[in-house]
């Protein structure tokens, strides 16, 4: 079995990263998971020389993803002469919303492998490192495991996402730009009814490219989800008292950080999507309020709500431990009474700096850790930086409201 390796970030060694060729899964451990090593488009772009065994030269595919899907709208856009303005169309260069799907979301897209490659990995490991994993229950978290790698190695799966890509593309893509009029850059010249070469390209190779990298990333989150799905299944070895108040599931809420460069990818479709609304149509950023905010609501559903399947592992370790604590605290504070109210201590034993008081002190506080587990491992803080990712490229629309002299003026009141 050929492995290639892999740096998980600083402080750990190099590891094996399991390779493409692992088909069935076979013999697959925590330090092998990846969501990215596998696929066909995986093998392709190692023959192609285009990624190593551990996602690297991410260069070259950024260089061959703009070549491919950006360059020859460009080109073709100016042997149509409709590559910048002024011009009887809408140049190509003027579309904001194309300049940032190919040049800025489908990079994010590539370069979000490499960063979930190198996160999720120590996460996953982490259910072994502490110890969550009773020898009992080995073999099913293997088989996790191994099921994770089946479905990303599989080869159907993604055929069947570029078939209902070109299939949508067929019946929807294409007839709603032939259907758009012929001012657009993508239209054909002289009122011609159809497409112009640049329209064609775009239709039948850069959309499709982008799309499939986008379903591809939900077809991953998937796979993601079901992982953690039956790993949630399993009788895992939970503290109440774990000071994450996750019981000691807490780790997951890295898992968000893994998927950032995707939060600022949807953002920046976004944002590209109401610029060009703004600059052909009129329309004003307040006009998205409500999409703004629902997409942020969505992506915070798809992506941190597979950690949620813990909940109800997470609600039973927490009503079984204050139930077992409450048992304690009332039988240790029924002995503290007698010895210290009902005259009970030796003599020649003070009470100030009794051992009595800080145990019950720490039991009052064990319980009180207990009162305050959460019942999903997120931390507040990993949302908030997952949705800076997805706010950060519509930000910038705001000087389509007010200058950037205003603008910066209230940003410094909200501070001081």
């Not at 596998?38 to 772009?45: D, F, H, K, S």
């Not at 080109?75 to 260069?93: E, K, N, V, Y």
């Not at 003027?94 to 979930?116: C, S, T």
């Not at 479709?269 to 969505?298: K, N, P, W, Y």
Request: charged share 15%.
């Amino acid at each position: 079995m050929s492995r290639a390796w892999a740096a998980h970030g600083p402080g750990r060694a190099a590891r094996p990263a399991i390779s493409a060729s692992d088909d069935a899964g076979a013999g697959a451990t925590a330090q092998d998971f990846s969501l990215v090593l596998g696929g066909p488009l995986y093998q392709l772009l190692r023959c192609a020389h285009l990624s190593d065994g551990a996602l690297g030269l991410a260069h070259r595919r950024l260089v061959a993803a703009v070549a491919i899907m950006w360059a020859p709208l460009a080109m073709l856009s100016a042997l149509q002469g409709a590559l910048i303005g002024p011009s009887a169309r809408t140049a190509f260069l003027d579309d904001v919303g194309f300049q940032v799907r190919f040049l800025l979301v489908a990079p994010l897209l590539i370069l979000a492998e490499l960063m979930v490659h190198r996160r999720l990995q120590p996460v996953v490991d982490e259910f072994n490192i502490r110890g969550l994993i009773k020898p009992a229950q080995a073999d099913q978290f293997a088989q996790a495991l191994s099921e994770a790698a089946r479905w990303r190695n599989a080869v159907v799966a993604e055929v069947a996402l570029l078939a209902v890509v070109y299939a949508a593309g067929v019946l929807f893509t294409l007839r709603r730009y032939q259907a758009m009029g012929g001012e657009g850059w993508f239209a054909a010249p002289g009122g011609e009814a159809g497409l112009s070469p640049a329209g064609l390209w775009l239709v039948f190779v850069s959309l499709p490219l982008l799309q499939f990298l986008l379903l591809r990333w939900y077809f991953r989150l998937f796979i993601w989800a079901r992982f953690l799905w039956r790993v949630s299944r399993l009788d895992l070895d939970l503290d109440v008292t774990h000071p994450d108040r996750s019981a000691g599931l807490g780790f997951l809420t890295e898992s968000l950080a893994a998927f950032v460069p995707i939060a600022a990818a949807h953002g920046a479709l976004f944002a590209g999507m109401i610029a060009d609304r703004i600059l052909f149509t009129g329309a004003s950023l307040i006009d998205f309020q409500l999409e703004i905010v629902g997409g942020a609501v969505l992506l915070v559903l798809v992506f941190a709500g597979p950690l949620a399947v813990f909940g109800p592992r997470l609600e039973c370790v927490k009503r079984a431990g204050l139930r077992r604590f409450g048992a304690l605290g009332q039988t240790y504070a029924r002995d503290f009474r007698r010895k210290w109210f009902a005259d009970g201590a030796p003599p020649d034993e003070p009470l100030v700096g009794s051992a009595d008081i800080q145990s019950l002190a720490d039991l009052g506080n064990s319980y009180g850790a207990a009162e305050q587990m959460r019942f999903a491992p997120i931390r507040a803080s990993a949302l908030l930086v997952f949705l800076a990712a997805y706010l950060a490229p519509i930000v910038p629309l705001l000087l389509t409201v007010m200058p950037a002299e205003k603008l910066l003026g209230r940003m410094v009141e909200l501070v001081f």
